[in-house]
């Protein structure tokens, strides 16, 4: 091979072998709801199989008996009567055959509707550390692409297979019927063409994974570059890139030129036995015809029977491969499902309606992996209304303190206590509410400005007004065509970094929670936007319990505690005049901005 | 003009399409020779005592058809469709080469997925066309030309125009039904796609929505999509379950006409039994080109529509090219701009107005502004990432444009404000994929900018993968990295454009004192909003809605008592603690 890939294709083989055992009992429990449906499905698969395999032999018996027989007709038993049935069981067989993709399609679809909604329900619930550990591509797969597998596996898999077994059995039924020696015959060619279509068939299915494979790096690579073509322009990368993009096309086209190989050779190579077959069948037949032991009218329904057999045969290699990945979406999907027990649930705990907003941290530890701790013996106390500043350098702990806040995470060891109660035992539907965090990074919704300030919730207009004047973010949004309807793109890309957290700032005003939780935004904020946020964090923070993860010596300054963390322990904490005093941390800090800006 | 890429692969591979068409054309005929076999060895079967040699040699011919169209279809296919094949890679290849001359200004107004649909979906469509559609429909014609002619010449003309007389209505249906799944099938679609960016959305602002406790909203939200597509999909499967049936029953009456009429004519002796079956077979061999003219037609119609956009794209000249014989000496750093404006397409206002200033080689120039005042516009022309519309830049007195481009841009090293890191080795993300450094050169570039602590944190060093799949790094470790991939490269003017603005003060400090050393003697530009950053510069500018509105050293503006001054202000009043 002129390829390497990591070991990914056994992982799969073993994920669908040991997928194979659980998930079946999975899908048929799904699917016991629908019984009913699928057996009357099952019968009309049964008529519609049934009039495919009579129309040879109604064609055989107006050979044999009226062409060549020259026999009389008696009422229906005429070429006219035959043609007639004909006809009739051609009409059954094509009603038969759309009521059951009606049925079938209704059950399947209603039973993956309810899947996809289980599942979703089930993301929504799913605990945080559970998120951070799984890439949200997989989630999405999990809601959409691995449902949809299921879904063909009932409305097309099941039912195909269920016809295409009756089929073949037909087949080889009627086959010997007619004539035990002709059949026998005929059977020299069918496994070669089974053996054909099977090996064939997995070697296309194989290949096809290389091919899936180069195209979705050939897709990354091209997203990438795109990404950062200004880059690539500008450090003159070009060639680079270029040959780098050659030998992955390079690669992907070889993996391509294999697949055309495969496919001209299953398909025709078994319309070449097909067609040795019914040179075989005539040569064979030739001896007996002529003793009068076989008559020709038979000899043609075999031709269209061997002609039938392959059909069902490259289905069933099809089918195989859709059920192994059937299976492994319901395995899964099931996973999933089966993390029922660690969903949170918001709903119960000790009620407590409004907060007063008193937290307390009392020697937490906390890891995110039970290894590193992240926070160390952390203890301090934030009191109603008082605004708490938490500065230290990237990765001391800062954004850790307000995951807790929220009840994201639990902690390892020590207690955080809210109103003087254990966090773990308040209701978290009332702490979530009582508690507003803005991060940096703000996440805007798809929608307009209203439903990003609402996010649905039935909150007053009034309410909403008023958000919008204590955030500030009346100055530009007044400014739009449509003023708070104007239409949020994905993302809010829209807007910019300032805009969309004085946007959020209105979402947490009009949530008027007890407590509000502020990350900073650093980067990329003008002066004037500076100041507007400035004057929305003092809106907020009047009479509510603050914390800010500061960036700005401005909100430190301004700030009621301080409370400095150096590697997950607190290094100092106090009021910023104190701090200043005492000449630690805090002190070198600003002592550091200043000897920038008045040094030269 | 309209497919020129298309045209020059046509003739790169007309040997291979010539000799394709020929074995598609020979298997396809031969392929309807074979009915007419086995009615002839019929025919002589029903003799009472037939001349068994007879019938041997004609299975003697069924057998060798059978190989025959079997060497001829593999031949064909490895030519014809393995050329489609080469035409996806090739078209691909232009595409991406294409992409790599396209400028900024460009890729500022076009949606990244949008792009990449071109290269993937688009491509394939025209793939599929002149692959396995255009087999399909070459194939058919010849299969239903050859066979219509056997039925007319050696059976019977009447009788065959009464069978295939359904045949116009089964297309005419044929073809209404299928555009009428193919519109459900569109709404099915785009019910997915609502559903995935839902999902998405859902997961992505999670913490969000759980801050919020919007979860049950969200569910309702949800589970209406879900049932919406539902009903989609059963709108989709009430026409699209009915389409086989009717075909089949299409060709079932054609069956019936013949069983009717054709056992009639055999009776009276106008036809042979050999003929009844023989015709019987050319009707199966119709079947399936006629059943696939739809999925052809559709085939054919997206692939047309994805050559007119590829040739669209393709056809977008690249607006940043060198003039002929460009400059090739490289310039030692000093700059000068006269009277330079700059509008960017579609906007409403000039970005940059009249700006003139002179940079000679070792000095620094500040630039201070708020967002939108063309900061970074002004870098982003110093080397032509747009073209300049009106005034100057001069480069050791050279119009900028005289340069070769690349010979101009390696003179450049630009630190953009948000840094763009690939999915490559930390090493790979400072050499930028060139060979040319060594390892000493390349820990001395992390060493300055102050990022070589955090390397040799990463579990592989200077071998650890970035991005997605690997390390992710922070905002400052992204600025750091991006501020040694310039240094590397030690060009003769320097670019940073915030480059800082995700590093603390501290850190900040000691970068700008390592740059002061290494970049002594050279041309340095810096960009900042934080007046930390630029105040030790040789001349600073500020910068207004793309004016100049003052300049002078540190000192000279402080005294002026203007914006610069307003801004130092502000900056220093956050440092102070309040009392």
New interface residues.
Partial sequence: MIFTLPSKKTDSQQVEKKAATGAVKELLRLSKPYTPQLLLACLCVFVVNAAFLI?PLL?QR??DH???G?SVSHGLDS??G??LL??TV??A???S??IQ??IV??AG??L??QL??NV??I???LP?PY?DRTS?GR??TR??NDT?EI?EFY?DVLITLVKDIMLLIGIVYIMLSLSLSLTLVSFTVIPVIVFLVFYIKNRIKKNFFYMKHF?GR???F?????????????????K???E???KL??Q??AT??I???L???LK??S???Q??A??IL??Y???K??G?MLQ?GV??AF?TYI?QFFAPIADLADKYTSIQSALVSTERIFELIHEEDSL?D?DSGLPMERLNGTIEFRHVWFSYNDTDWVLKDVSFVIKKGQTAAFIG??GAGKTTIINLI?G?YRVQKGEILIDGVNINDIRL?DL??N???V?QDV?L??GTIRDNIT???DIAEEAVQYALQASCAESFVKDFPAGITEPVT??GSTF?AGQRQLISFA?AIA?NPAIFVLDEA????????EKLIQQAVDNIANGRTTLIIAH???TI??ADLIIAMKEGRIAEKGH??EL?EQGGYYAK??N???S??F?? | MKSSVLLRFFKDHKYSYAAGFMFMFAASFVQTLFPKLLGSAVDLMKESRFETRQVLVLVAWMALIAVGVFVCTFLWRNMIIANARNLECFYREELFRHMLKLSPSFYNTRKTGDLIAYAINDISAVRMTFGPATAMSFNGIVLCLSSIYFMFATVDVRLTLITLSPLPLIIVLMLFTGRKIQMRFRTVQEQFGLISDRVQENISGIRVIKAYVQEHSEMEKFSGLSSRMLQSNMDLIKVSAALPPLIEFGFAVCFVLNLVFGSRMVLRGNISIGDFVAFNGYLSLIASPIVSIGRVVTIFQRGMASLGRLHDILSIPPDIVDIPNPLRVQPSGNIELCHLTFQYEGAEVPALRDISLQLPKGHTLGIIGPTGSGKSTLAALLFRLYNVDSGQILLDNQDINEYALEILRESFAFVPQETFVFAASVKENIVFFKDVYNDDEVENAARLSLIADSIDGFPDGYDTILGERGVNLSGGQKQRMAIARALIRNPAVLILDDALSAVDAVTEGHILNSLRQTRKGKTNILISHRISAILEADEIIVLDKGLIRERGTHEQLLKKGGMYYDIYTTQQEDGLPAS
Avoid at chain 1, 522 to 529: F, G, L, P, S, Y
């Fill in positions: 129309q064609l107006v050979i009226f062409l060549i020259r070429i006219g035959l043609a004909y006809l051609s009409a067989g094509g009603a055959s759309y993709a009606l399609g209704k679809q209603s993956v509707h996809r909604v979703f329900s993301i929504q619930r945080l998120l949200s989630l999405i809601a959409t949809s879904t409305t195209i050939i897709n990354g091209i997203a990438e570059s795109i990404s950062g073509m200004k880059v690539i322009q500008i450090f003159r990368a070009e680079e890139k270029e780098q993009f050659l096309n390079g992907y086209f391509t030129l697949q055309v190989r496919n001209s050779v025709p190579a319309d070449m036995f067609s040795l019914i040179a005539v040569w037949s030739v001896g015809i002529s009068g020709i000899l043609y031709t002609k949170e918001t350098e990237t929220n994201f539907d979530r509410r508690v507003s965090v991060l996440f919704f798809s996010l649905g919730d994905e993302r910019s979402r949530h650093t980067a990329n904020i003008d002066t004037h936007t700005r010596l401005s300054a301004g910023p005049r200043f800090l600003l550091e901005s200043r920038h800006a040094s030269s």
